[in-house]
């Protein structure tokens, strides 16, 4: 089992940055494929961003393409999603999620995920 540990929500102005940290603990391994995904009010969760296992390989979903990057510190045990020209809309709780599997591509959905942090809240004023 994977623990997951978000923080670096808080409130931001629109047009402003933030970075999420998510630092893993207990897993078997030093290196999963990780996963952002956030949940607006009314809406459904939604994938926001994926870095894979080996490090290699990035995905994003359009809404955020271009605006924020994950990355990783391997000897942190920690990934971040860098946020950046934010819009109201980016607000959401956002969650840090792991596939303990070694799939060759990036999981796009929360069924793809297996270990699930509690999240944390960022909201994006105008």
């Known amino acids: 089992q994977v623990q997951l540990v978000e923080s670096g929500g808080g409130l931001v102005q629109a047009g402003g940055s933030r970075r999420l940290s998510c630092k893993a603990s207990g897993g078997t391994r030093s290196a999963y494929t990780m996963g952002w995904f956030r949940q607006a009010p009314g809406k459904e969760r939604e994938f926001v961003a994926g870095l894979s296992w080996n490090g290699g390989t990035t995905f994003y979903a359009d809404s955020v393409k271009g605006r924020f990057t994950i990355s990783r510190d391997s000897t942190k045990n920690t990934v971040y999603l860098q946020m950046n020209s934010l819009k109201p809309e980016d607000t959401a709780v956002y969650c840090c999620?792991?596939?303990?599997?070694?799939?060759?591509?990036?999981?796009?959905?929360?069924?793809?995920?297996?270990?699930w942090g509690q999240g944390t809240q960022v909201t994006v004023s105008s």
């Open positions: 999620a792991v596939d303990r599997s070694y799939s060759r591509s990036i999981g796009r959905s929360a069924q793809d995920y297996d270990y």
